[in-house]
Every structure is written in C-alpha cells, then in structure tokens.
C-alpha cells in the first residue's frame, strides 16, 4: 500500500502543476489556445487516474482555465471526486473548483448534498469552514433546503469561526428556501447578542439585509438593535445598523424622534475627527475612509430622519456646506459621493441644495460621464420656474457638445424628464418648450425621436392656447423633412414627422397656408419614410385638403380648392403602391374620396362641409391608466363568448400587428364612397367612436409609442445619404434662445410694473413694510406664465377607482421573504432533521413508522434474501444494500437502493399537461444508489400497472414498456428520478408490481440484472396538509354530507400535543381548533375529499369524511402509526 | 456584493469570483463589457461607474484592476474600503504582493478573499483574524503535504 502511495507520488513529479501551466500558457502567447488544448488532453489523462493528489492538482489546473473562459463543465464530477478527499489540502481545492464552476443547472450538485453534510459536521473546523464558503457559492434550493438544518445547528457551534460563516450563509439559505426563515430566526436574533464582535457584525449583516427588503416584519427589533448601535464601536456594524434604522423609520415615525439624540451624539463624535481632517482633505488616504463613510452616512440619515423638524435646518445647512467642500475637490471621488449625498437631501430638503446649482451646472462639465451622470440626477430635482429655461439651455449647449450618443440621449432624455416633470409645472412659457423640442429634433442619430415625438402631441393637445404656434413650427418642420431624414435606417429623429403631420392635419384651421403644407406632405420623399408615418401622412393631408376646401367655401373662384383636389389625385397613387398596408389602404380610400369630390367640384356643388364633418370633433387626452381603470359594469362577464367561438381556420388571417390594429372593423371606412348625408354622419360616429377607442391618437405613453414602431418600415428601399456634419439650424425657425431673452424681458417688464403697482400702494398707505420687493429675487409665485396655459387634465373615466398600482417584481427573490417572524413556530414549521427531501418529510410520516409496512414486504424480503444467496455464489465482491422510505416500503435486496421520497399532487405536471381529471397524478421521486463496486447503467424502470395506477410513459410507447433513466451510477453515487402515475380512484391504497433492470459493468465484464420491487401507495400519501378556519370547518361539519366513522387508540401514553403533531406529521392533517381536551384536525385528498377528525385526549378519534372507504382507510393508518410506539 | 473581479491593464482576467448564480456565458458577457468600460476611463476619473442596474465599485492598484459590483442600495465607499482590505490582505500574506503572485497562486489568492468576505458580505472585517484562519488552514496543509515530502525523501534514499 505504502510503495503505491510512494510510486504514485513519483508520477506525481512529472505532472505538470499548475504553476508549469501558467508558465507555459505565458511561454505560448501565439499559440495560446493549441497548447491549452494539448493541457486540458493532459488532465483528463491525469483525471483517469486513481491517484487522488493527481487528480487534486487536474483539478486545480481546471479551475485556472476556467477563468481563462475554458469550458470545463465536463469535469464536474472530478470535482466532486476531490470534494470529497479525506485531506484538507484536496477538499480544499475541489471546494474552490467547485464555487468557480457549479451553478444551479450543474446536475452533479445534487450528488453533494451528503458529502457537504459530512464535512458540515467534521471535527476539524477548517473541513466546516471550507464547505460553508464553497456552498455560499452554489447553494441551490434543493441544496437549502436538506441543508437548512445543518447549517442552523452550526450557528451554535462552538467556534467563532465556524457560527460566524454559518449565520451569514443563513441569508442565502433563506433567500432559497424561503420556510426555514421562521424556524431559524429565533437563533438568528440571538446572535446579535454574541460574545464575539465577528459573529454578531454577521448576525447585524444578515438581519439588515432581510429588513432592508421586508423592513415592517422587523420593527420588534429596533430595541435591541438601538441598544447595539449605543454599545457597538465597530463602524461596519453601526453603519449597518443605521442603515436598518433607516429603513425603519418610516414605518414607525416614533423611532426617528427617539434616534436624533444618539446620532446626533455619533456625528459630533464622527464630525470632531472629521474635521481635524477636513481642511486636509484631498489628503485623506484610504485609512480614513471608513470614518468617510460613516460620516456621509450619518449626515444623510439624520437628514432623512429630522425632515419635517424645523429646528434642524441649520445642521443641514452645516451638512450641506460640508457637502460642497467635498464636490469642489479635485479628488473625483469625493465629488461622486457628495453629489450622491445632495441628491439624498434633495429629496428632503431642496431648498437648501437649490442655492449650489452654480456648483452642479459647473460638475456638467466634468470629464468623468459617472460625475455628470450623478450632476444630471440633482438638475432634476432643483428646477423651478425660475430657473428651468436657464437650466435647460445649459443642457443644451452641453447637447451641442457631447461626444458619446449615449451621453447625449441621456442628455435629451433629462431635458424632456425636467420640463414635463409634475404635468409641466415650471414650464411658464409653452412657445420656449416647443422651440427646444424642435432644437432637439437637429441631433443626428439620437434613440429618442419618438420621446419628442410624444412630448409634441402632448404638449400640442394639451396646450389649447400654443395650438397655432406649435402648428407653425411643424408646418416649417415638414415643410424641411428632408433634412431630418438624412439617414432613414439609423435616424430615429424621423419620427418627430409623425408628430409634427398630426398636428398640422389635426389643427389645421390654424395653419396660414395650408396649401403649401399640403404639398409639404405629399412630396415624393415622403415614400421613403417608415410606413407608420406615412401613414400619418396620408391621413392628414385629407384633413389638410378638408381645410383647404373650407377656406375656399364662398370663393367664387374655385381654382384653389380644384387645385388642391389635382395636387392628391396626382400625388396619392404614389402611396396607394406602397408595400406598407397601412399606408396603402389609408391612400386608396383618400383617393377615390378626392376623386368623387372632384366630380362634385366641376359640376359647382358646394362640398366642404360635408368633407369637413369627416374629421369634425374635438380629441381629449385621456390618462394612460384610464382603460385599465374603467370599471366593469354589473353583470358583465368580459371572458364569456359573444359569439360561437370561432372555428381554427379564421385564426389564420389574422392581421399583422400594426399600429391601428385595435381599430373598429373597417367597415366604416368605404372603398367606394357615395357622399350623402347619411353615411357622412355614420362616418363621423364611426371616427368620434374609433378616436376614443383609440389610445394612440391621444395617448403618448412611450409603450404606445413601440407599438407602431414595429410596424414594417421601408428600410429596404435605399435611400441617398445625406452627409450632414454640421449641426442644423433648421431655416426660418426662430431659436430658443430668443425665448428665453424675450421671457427675461416679459418678466423684468412684469416686476417693473408690480414696482410701479407697490409704490402706488405704499404712496397710499404710507407704510414702508414693502422694501422687500425691491431688491430681493422674485419669488416663484410672482412669476406668471406667459399667457393663460390651460393645461387640460387627462380624462379619466367616471367612477374610477383611485388605485396605486405599486405591485412589486413578482421575481424578487426577496418577495418570498416577507414572513411574519412575530407568530409562534407551529410544528409543521419545524426544519426538517436529516432527510434527504425536507419539505416533503414536513408531510411525510414519522421514521418510528418504518415498520408500517414490513408486513406487505414480508415476502419480498424473503425472496430477495433468497436472491443475494445466488448474487453470493455468482459475484462475492458484490455487496450493495438497499434501503427504503419508512413510510412506503422496506425492501432489501442485492443490488441498489431506492428511497421512496414523496408521493405528492404535483400541481404543476397537472398543469402542463392538461389532465382533466382532477388530482389524478402522484409524483414518486426514488433515489437510486449504488452500493457496489461497479459501475451501473442502462437502468429500465418499469411498473406493472393496475386498472387503478398508471405509470405515465412517454407519447408513442406501450403500457407495458419500460423507462430508461436517464443517468448511469458510478460506485458509490446516489441520483433521483421521478415517476408520474396516473391514480384513478385514491379511496383504496394500493400496491404496484415493479422491476428495474440494467447492466452491471465491471472491468472484466458487464452482467444484465434484474431487481423486483413493490411500490405501496398509502391513502395518507393522498392527503395535502391543507390549512382550514374554524368557520369553514364548522360549515363543512353542518352540511351534513360527510360520513362519521370513529378509533380508540389502544396502549398510546403520549403527551396530547405530541399525539397531535404525530397526526399532523405523519398523515398531514393540520390543526384547526384545540380547545383543551380536544383538538379537531383537518386534511384534503388530491381529489378534494374533507377530511375531519375531532381528537380527544382520551385517545379516541371521531372522523368525517365524505369518501367512507377512504376514511376507513386513514383511519387504519392511523391507528397502524401509533400501535407502534 | 454581486461579483467581483481582478484584471490586468492588457484586460486579462486574474481572479473572478461570483455571488450570484450565473450560466458562464453571462458571466463571459458580463465580464468582457465590464472590463472594455472600466479600461476606457482615464486614470483621473472617479471610482464608481453606473452600469446598468448595478453600480460597479473599481480601483487600481498597480498594474491591476479591482472591480466590484453591487446593488443599488449599497454603500460606494464601503465597497471600496473592501477592496483596499482585500489589497492589504493580500500584500501581508504574499509580502508586498505584484500581479505575478496572483497569477502564480491565484487559489491561495481565492482563498484569503473566502475568509474575508463569504456570499458577497464582508464576514471578518478584523485583517489579523483572516490571516490567522489562513495561515492555520494553510499549516494543516503542511501537515498533511509532510507524510508526502517525506516518502518522497525515502524514495530518494533508497535509490
């Protein structure tokens, strides 16, 4: 033995270790990947070996080229293989190579389970240590759950070293498996009280981040924790512990008053030290960080607690000078944190952070985007009406100045965010904000067009008053569309011509010649725009050519109105062939309306009005939540078919998706127009009905705005690319710029004569109370908009009801941490002890149940013994046990191990499938182990069905054949797999025929075995522990439809509680009521039968249920359960 | 703490370790775009970096980068107090550490970063205590790896 060890440590010395490797990929940087490739040859050579410090040092290596991005999951069970080496050197390494390489999906991790147990409770505390941390990185929910337990126990070892790396992996347990979160909190709090500072800095960690998420289920322990923060010394710890109180207080505003004396002691304390190294500050080195922090940390904190105490502001005050001294610093990290930490008091205290904007506009300019980034952030909580259009025009010059796009869109993005915050609040001159809307529409390959798209329409329609100057500047936009759509495939400021045709046709009674923006529209360059402006386009030149004719109506001369019907017969063809449906279906429609009306023009008949009342109709902005918050009417069933549902193959023409695909049927739209007065007037019904049916006509909610961009456009038609280097001035626009002099002007006039107004008044009064006027800056009330803006309110539908839609990521992880932790631990709730599925063994029987069911096995037992005899003689090295669920079925025999896990209704499988028989389906999960010394494979599992039980078989295979599993079993390994059986009637138990078959392989030979096995189904296994209120339970027993039926326990001597969780365990019945001597318990089947038992300290059982046969069953089960103990 | 990563100013990766669970491909994706971003940045520019939705926490010391990431909510400047702790750890055990350390025994490098920080949260913030636990761990290893060294040195003799 001895000479192997030493021959094969001899061998050892010619293998490359992992320092060779290094060296040598660094020897071979032109061939970098031939040579690894030629390593990973060696190492899987080296991982064939037996040799376990051969195999360590393969490993070792492995996880090296991993983090090269080598593929090295193949290696994955190697891993386990040196996971599991006795010696602390190796264990250590496949530990490490396992955090690298294991993820959830790795299949292998479930192999682990009883070798991390193992280590978990080895006596050497680094074996713990090493598997702690290893499983910290690949902890799955599988692995958390039969590990809960554990780890909870290790969280009193009695090595500091071990509890502290067990309360921390804690969190990641809880995060995975949610139930054992209330069973270990107990444990968890008392840690906070542990002698050593590392654990209880653990224990702070850990419950700080489960209170950060689901802070109100942790306000019991703001003592304990206000206690800790006044006796602890370690800043990690209190600065987490402020951290939690920052959580908390808001929740219990109590607790913030109570706070302000400690903090306020802490700061002075921190700020004392702090400000011996204040005026040195941009020597502050790392050392001091940590008092850095806790200081930017107190200050923000005590701001957000001392919000609304009035006698506070002069210490913000302090903090925010404080703030300015670290953003004026060259050193740019503290000028990141103290932009970080204004924004915080911002959000409380704007007042005193709007005095520094000449400080935030300078971090504009900065050269770090993170800086100006942040510096973004503050602009947009420090704006007012005052001083918005300065704010906004340093945006723009910073627009102008941009390098990165990105930069730049977030740039145009912060614009339109600042000016139309809170329903355009500081806005006070509407004409100013669509100026700088069309100035936006000059940056070239910008994402965002459809975001000033957007704000166009709404501004347009909600603006009465700016509707005429907004109409001007689109007409000059259109009218220079060529400009803007340089580059159709990559610009997406195209889409601004959405916007500005829909304001032109939609308000064109304001437009001044609407002939030439007719013309405008229907340009031949129009064709290469994407189908959904065109489209727009369209539309609204016929509600152009409808204007045109009104303003001709009276005109004895008829030439323009007869000019503007040639202009769309000639022009509207080009569209009528556009490959975009939309557009060409809009365009025929228009063209066969002109050319009827034509007619009508030549024979002198009067036709505006009528072709007028098309559009006629005012549109109101409606709320985007408005259709979601219609409420529906009593008796309105909005799932039920109005019709017969519709046969398959209607399905299939269905429309593309398009923009206006929630339109009414286009029957109102007629090919061939008769213009009479009747259809006219069923038209405009149609239209009013289909505008309010139609969110995308007032609505301009960014989602909206995708629908219509994924409309095929013509990106395929090439287009001649304008090279345009130099930013636009688009021609005859006026600047914003002006606007903003102009605006000065208005309000220096404004305060001129609120002077002249005060002077009078105080000539009048005599009283010399008015001097603040005069010289101080103007407060915002005094300013007034520019005109009367009435900006009309989004239509919400009557009776909505008034709700925050504030719902929470359903995928946050930490959603499923929001437990109560206050209510007492119910037994059900324990964690589960040393099993190999813990939420199963919550419901699963008791282990002193296991002689159950010896009696059913009685006979296989005997023939299997019968069989090992013959195994014997054929093979004696041969040696594998088996070993059974307690519950369902002893078993011993020769060749493998099953452990029947858990019968259970598997909802989901139910689901999927479509199985309309109701609980019909039981999920069985057996673990098969190899005992043996060879390698298993081929495994065939097969069941021999009864009328009653089903093992469901894939699609296209007979009753009788078998499943192959899908895994082969080295030595010594265990793997699960779950069968599916279809149950027809549970009332009875049952009992299952089976064999599993495969083939032994050994290096000598491989031998095809076979092994019988009987599967029991138990009535208890069909129960679902089902919680029920006293209410409904009292109900249930009323209704008179449940069958009675009733036990005595013989010989049981048991407190009465454990009888009753006995029950609960073993049968997975739940409590419903105990009062005193007596408890009632309640449990369901998969197939919905009540099962209700009223248990009496007397040891005797009544029961009800409404399936006689399969109350007698439980029953006899019951009583099986406690005749032995 | 999410992940944290080392690598060179060539870009190449020297130590990776993961907090949450990640197919390699993401991790792949991940760390390619993170470490193109924070090589672009000039020497002068701040340590933080906002990247979609994480905030990325990078110094460097030498010819190597240290790059964090973590959530929303937590603290910049502690994670980059983290960081310098895990430089200094790193420097007590190798003995004024350079890049080559790293590489050369990047699993004792992996090692000393598990007893200082465990499931992305700092678990000793006492330097002294995770050296001690290292330099325990490692002794064991000693002992262990002895019985080896001393077969080898009988083999020796007896040829």
């Given at each position: 033995m001895a000479l192997k060890i030493v021959k094969g440590s001899i061998d050892r010395m010619f293998d490359k270790n992992l320092q060779d490797l290094v060296r040598g990929i660094r020897n071979h940087k032109e061939d970098e990947a031939k040579y690894i490739s030629t390593c990973i040859d060696e190492i899987k050579q080296e991982l064939k070996q037996d040799n376990i410090a051969v195999k360590a040092n393969a490993v070792c290596k492995l996880t090296y080229l991993q983090m090269l991005g080598y593929d090295v999951s193949w290696a994955a069970f190697n891993i386990v293989e040196v996971m599991s080496s006795s010696k602390f050197t190796y264990k250590r390494i496949g530990y490490l190579a396992a955090s690298q390489c294991f993820h959830e999906s790795t299949d292998v991790i479930m192999l682990t389970t009883n070798q991390i147990r193992k280590d978990l409770s080895s006596p050497n505390q680094y074996d713990t240590g090493v598997a702690l941390t290893g499983l910290s990185c690949f902890v799955t929910p599988d692995l958390a759950r039969d590990l809960a337990n554990d780890i909870m126990t290790l969280m009193s070892h009695t090595k500091p070293y071990i509890r502290k790396k067990a309360v921390l992996i804690m969190y990641k347990v809880f995060l995975k498996y949610p139930e054992s979160l209330r069973p270990a909190f107990p444990r968890l709090k008392e840690k906070l009280e542990d002698p050593d500072p590392g654990v209880q800095s653990a224990a702070v960690n850990v419950i700080c981040e489960l209170a950060r998420r689901n802070p109100k289920n942790y306000l019991s322990l703001a003592p304990l924790f206000f206690k800790l923060m006044t006796s602890s010394t370690n800043n990690w710890v209190l600065i987490k512990i402020i951290k939690l109180f920052g959580a908390l207080t808001p929740l219990e505003p109590r607790l913030g008053k109570k706070l302000i004396e400690p903090l306020t002691n802490l700061i002075h304390r921190i700020y004392l030290f702090f400000s011996q190294i204040l005026h040195h500050?941009?020597?502050?080195t790392l050392v001091c960080f940590s008092w850095l922090i806790a200081f930017l940390f107190f200050i923000t904190v005590l701001i957000s607690l001392s919000s609304g105490m009035p006698n506070h502001s002069a210490s913000i005050q302090l903090c925010v000078q404080k703030l300015r001294i670290l953003i004026e610093d060259s050193d740019q990290n503290l000028k990141y944190l103290g932009l970080l930490a204004m924004s915080k008091i911002l959000k409380t205290h704007p007042k005193s952070v709007q005095s520094h904007k000449d400080l935030i506009l300078q971090c504009l300019d900065d050269k770090d985007e993170s800086i100006r980034l942040r510096a973004l952030d503050l602009l947009y909580g420090m704006v007012s009406k005052k001083n918005l259009m300065e704010i906004v025009k340093k945006l723009m010059l910073h627009v102008d100045k941009a390098e990165g796009t990105t930069y730049r869109d977030e740039l145009l993005t912060k614009i339109i965010d600042i000016c139309s915050q809170s329903n355009y609040q500081y806005i006070t001159n509407f004409e100013w904000y669509i100026s700088i809307l069309v100035e936006l529409t000059r940056l070239e390959g910008t994402r965002h067009g459809h975001l000033i798209a957007s704000q166009m329409l709404d501004v347009a329609i909600r603006v009465k008053a700016i509707r005429v100057f907004a109409v001007a500047q689109m007409a000059t936009l259109l009218d220079n569309a060529h400009m803007l759509t340089g580059n159709t495939q990559r610009n997406g400021i195209c889409e601004v011509l959405y916007a500005a045709a829909w304001i032109c046709g939609e308000f064109s009674e304001h437009l001044e010649n609407p002939m030439e923006t007719l013309e405008a529209m229907l340009r031949p360059k129009v064709a290469t725009l994407p189908g959904h402006i065109q489209a727009v386009y369209v539309q609204n030149a016929a509600k152009l050519f409808a204007t045109v004719l009104k303003s001709q109506e009276g005109n004895t001369d008829s030439t323009t109105a007869q000019e503007a019907s040639q202009l769309m017969i000639d022009r509207l063809p080009l569209f009528v062939q556009s490959a975009n449906l939309e557009v060409q279906e809009r365009a025929s429609c228009i063209l066969q309306l002109v050319k009827y009306i034509q007619k009508l023009q030549q024979k002198d008949v009067e036709v505006s009005e009528e072709v007028c009342a098309l559009f006629a109709g005012e549109l109101n902005p409606v709320a985007p939540k408005a259709q979601k918050k219609v409420p529906i009417p009593d008796?309105?069933?909005?799932?039920?078919?109005?019709?017969e549902p519709p046969s398959e193959s209607e399905s299939e023409d269905e429309q593309p998706k398009a923009i206006f695909s929630k339109e009414e049927p286009k029957h109102s739209r007629p090919r061939h127009t008769e213009v009479d007065e009747k259809e006219l007037a069923r038209r405009r019904e149609a239209r009013k009905q289909e505008q309010a049916n139609n969110p995308f006509y007032i609505k301009a909610s960014p989602s909206s705005q995708k629908v219509y961009q994924e409309t095929p456009g013509v990106e395929h038609i090439p287009v001649v690319q304008i090279d345009l280097s130099v930013p636009l001035k688009v021609p005859g626009l006026p600047m914003s710029d002006q606007y903003v002099k102009l605006e000065e002007e208005r309000r220096q006039k404004e305060r001129a004569e609120k002077k002249k107004k005060d002077k009078k008044k105080r000539k009048e009064k005599r009283s010399g109370r008015g001097k603040k006027h005069d010289s101080g800056p103007e407060s915002e009330e005094d300013i007034t908009p520019a005109h009367m803006v009435d900006i009309v309110t989004e239509e919400m539908p009557e009776n909505a009801l008034p709700s925050d839609d504030d719902e929470r990521d359903p995928a946050d992880p930490h959603k499923a941490l929001d437990i109560d932790l206050d209510k007492p631990l119910a037994d059900s709730e324990k964690l589960p002890v040393r099993s190999h599925r813990a939420a199963e063994v919550l419901k699963s029987p008791a282990e002193d149940e296991e002689g159950e069911n010896v009696s059913s096995l009685e006979p296989k037992k005997k023939s299997s013994k019968e069989k090992r005899e013959k195994k014997k003689d054929k093979d004696k090295d041969r040696k594998v046990k088996m070993l059974f669920d307690r519950r369902l079925l002893r078993l011993i025999s020769v060749m493998l191990t099953f452990i029947f896990l858990f019968y259970s209704f598997d909802r989901k499988a139910y689901d999927i499938q479509g199985n309309l028989q109701d609980g019909s389906q039981v999920v069985v999960s057996v673990i098969f182990e190899n005992k043996c010394d060879s390698f298993l494979k081929s495994m065939e599992f097969n069941v021999l069905d009864s009328l009653n039980s089903k093992l469901q078989r894939p699609e296209g295979s007979g009753p009788h054949d078998s499943l192959t599993i899908p895994f082969q079993l080295p030595p010594g390994v265990s793997n699960e797999a779950r069968f599916v059986f279809t149950v027809q009637s549970i009332i009875m138990p049952q009992k299952l025929k089976g064999t599993l078959t495969f083939i032994v392989k050994n290096e000598e030979s491989s031998t095809h075995e076979k092994l019988d096995f009987k599967l029991h189904f138990t009535c208890t296994s069909y129960l679902i522990t089902t919680p029920c209120y006293s209410d409904a339970f009292a109900k249930l027993l009323e209704s008179g439809d449940l069958k009675s039926s009733s036990i005595r326990l013989e010989g049981v001597n048991m407190p009465f509680h454990h009888l009753l969780a006995r029950i609960c365990f073993h049968h997975h019945f739940s409590v419903v009521e105990r009062i005193d001597s007596c408890a009632s318990m309640y449990s369901r089947s998969i197939q919905g039968h009540h099962v209700c038992l009223l248990v009496k300290i007397t040891v005797s059982v009544d029961a009800k249920c409404d399936e006689p046969t399969l109350l007698g069953n439980v029953l006899d089960e019951i009583k099986q359960t406690f005749s032995q103990c | 703490m999410q992940f944290m990563l080392l690598f060179s100013r060539q870009g190449k990766l020297r130590l990776q370790k993961w907090y949450v669970p990640l197919s390699d491909k993401e991790k792949k994706k991940i760390t390619r775009e993170l470490v193109q971003t924070v090589l672009a940045r000039?020497?002068?520019?701040?340590?933080f970096l906002e990247w979609r939705d994480l905030k990325i926490v990078y110094k460097r010391y030498a010819s190597l980068y240290f790059c964090c990431a973590t959530e929303g909510q937590d603290n910049e400047l502690i994670t980059l107090e983290i960081i310098h702790r895990y430089v200094e750890l790193l420097d007590k055990y190798f003995g004024s550490v350079c890049e080559l350390d790293i590489i050369f025994n990047f699993e004792k490098a992996y090692f000393i970063l598990d007893e200082f920080l465990l499931g992305g949260e700092a678990q000793e913030t006492s330097k002294k205590n995770v050296l001690k636990a290292i330099e325990q761990a490692d002794l064991l290893q000693e002992n262990e790896m002895g019985l080896f060294y001393a077969l080898l040195a009988a083999v020796s003799t007896l040829n």
């Open positions: 500050l941009s020597a502050i008796g309105l069933d909005l799932d039920a078919w109005i019709n | 000039k020497p002068k520019m701040c340590s």
